[in-house]
Structure formats: structure tokens, C-alpha cells
């Protein structure tokens, strides 16, 4: 088969490795062989409007070390969970907007690095304690677990939630996190579990106003008051949480890698009708 279609590979007189001036320009080939990143994926990037090359005379891709540059922020703000849609509103906004956003995603990046090390600590002294070391106190035990609750809550929902309600809110939620004993935080986890198994049974009905989904909403209603505070959940917050859930591709990613496409929309529609 010709390789017209892909355009890759095809001669250029400024193509000599390490011999690139700035007006030099990148086939697609080449481009997905430097970045990892594959022909089909740079195509889709073009389509959504993420990373148009432009073109030469014979309609053949032509990516400038500006394209490169934005390649390369992309990749990283996918690789920080952010999805296409608001790459592109940063990367097509200000200087402002590309560098804050940057600065945000390392500040993210750290607190992750942080919480994979109490992590790997824990881990290792649990398996210390297994091999017959020193025993692990009781508040020991859940204290890197809870504490990387803490931080995946403020992660996943800090944002949103500063912005909507406001930094008291979010910071009770970590207090509320923190002040847990381990069987409460236990609980907390176990009922994350639960409230998978029973989405897939409400979506298996089809229908979000029924019984099954109906259970499914006080599931998620208490999963949600655990994590804010009794005192900060209320139905209308709830609800524009989960509509705003099915904007979000983390979010999306979180329920509909597990049980399918459609499932944060099913959740969604299921709590807006059950919860009042």
C-alpha cells in the first residue's frame, strides 16, 4: 500500500537530524516517532481543532517547532488527566492562562509524588511487620491511607468545589476526612465499592427512576456526605455535582472505564431523580 496516505517518511532537504533551523518542519511520521505518540492520535488532535499543522504544496502535514512545543503541553495536561476539550480552551487562551495552568499541573504532580511516598512507606512497613519486624501502631496503619483519601479528594473535587462554595467548604471536607477513625474510613471505602456494584444493577434495569436507582442515589448521597461533612451536603449541591460530573472526563473515566459508556450520565440522571 502507498504510504501517501500517512505522509511519513518522505524526503525533505532540511530533514538532517540535529540540523533543524527554526523554520524547519516535521512530517507526521516523524513527528509520532518523537513524541510516542501515535499517526492515528495526531490526526484525532487535528480533528478536535488541538494541533493543526500546516500543510505543504503536495497537502502533506507539515509540523513546525511550534507545534512540537504545543504537542508537548498536551501531552502533559493529558497525562495530568485533563481532557481535550479544556486543553484546548487553555492552550487557545493567554500566555496567562498556558502558564498557570502549567504551574498548577506540577503543584498537582508534587502532591502526587508526596502521596505515592507515604504510600510506598506504609507498604513497606506493613510488609516489615509481616516478615516479623516492628509492629505498626494502629493509627499508623490508616494514617498514609487517609491521608491519600484527603488528597485524592481535594484532587478530584477540591476545584470545583472551591469555586462553587467557596474554600470553607472544601477545607471542612478534609477536616472531615481527617477527623475519621479507620473503621469510618473503612466504611467510606467499602461503600465506594458498593455504590459500583449497584450502579451496574440500576443501569441493568434501564431505568433511572426505578427502585434499583433509587438506592443507588441515598448510596451516593451518604458516599458524598462522608466526604463533605454532614453538615455541607445538600440535594441541590449533589445533584449539580453529578451533572457536572458527566462534563469531566476524569469523572466520566472513573465510572464508565468500570462498568461501560454511559455510565456517570446513568449515576447522574439516576440522582437528579431520586434526590430531593
Not at 139 to 164: M, S
Not at 210 to 223: F, N, P, V
Request: proline fraction near 3%; include cysteine; charged fraction near 30%.
Amino acid at each position: 500500500m502507498p504510504r501517501e496516505v500517512s505522509d511519513m517518511g518522505r524526503p525533505e532537504t532540511n530533514r538532517q537530524a540535529g540540523r533543524r533551523g527554526e523554520d524547519a518542519t516535521y512530517p507526521i511520521g516523524e513527528v509520532a516517532r518523537l513524541s510516542g505518540v501515535t499517526e492515528r492520535t495526531l490526526r484525532h488532535y487535528e480533528s478536535k481543532g488541538l494541533l493543526v499543522p500546516a500543510r505543504r504544496e503536495n497537502g502533506y502535514r507539515a509540523y513546525a517547532p511550534a507545534d512540537l512545543a504545543r504537542l508537548q503541553k498536551i501531552l502533559l495536561f493529558r497525562a495530568c488527566g485533563m481532557g481535550l476539550d479544556a486543553i484546548r480552551r487553555t492552550l487557545d487562551g493567554s500566555e496567562a492562562d498556558v502558564r498557570a495552568a502549567l504551574a498548577a499541573q506540577i503543584d498537582a504532580l508534587l502532591a502526587r509524588r508526596g502521596q505515592i511516598d507515604s504510600l510506598i512507606a506504609n507498604a513497606r512497613a506493613a510488609l516489615a511487620e509481616e516478615e516479623g519486624g516492628v509492629q505498626m501502631g494502629d493509627k499508623a496503619r490508616f494514617e498514609a491511607l487517609r491521608r491519600a483519601a484527603i488528597e485524592e479528594n481535594e484532587r478530584t473535587y477540591g476545584a470545583e468545589v472551591r469555586e462553587r462554595y467557596g474554600d470553607e467548604a472544601m477545607d471542612a471536607s478534609n477536616v472531615a476526612l481527617e477527623a475519621m477513625d479507620e473503621d469510618e474510613w473503612q466504611d467510606l471505602e467499602a461503600l465506594g465499592k458498593a455504590i459500583l456494584k449497584q450502579l451496574a444493577c440500576a443501569m441493568a434495569t434501564g431505568d433511572p427512576k426505578g427502585t434499583e436507582s433509587a438506592k443507588l442515589a441515598r448510596m451516593h448521597a451518604a458516599w458524598i456526605r462522608g466526604y463533605w461533612g454532614e453538615g455541607r451536603y445538600t440535594p441541590e449541591a449533589h445533584r449539580m455535582l453529578v451533572r457536572s460530573h458527566v462534563e469531566d472526563a476524569r469523572f466520566r473515566a472513573y465510572y464508565d472505564d468500570r462498568l461501560g459508556e454511559g455510565a456517570t450520565a446513568f449515576l447522574a440522571e439516576a440522582v437528579c431523580a431520586n434526590v430531593a
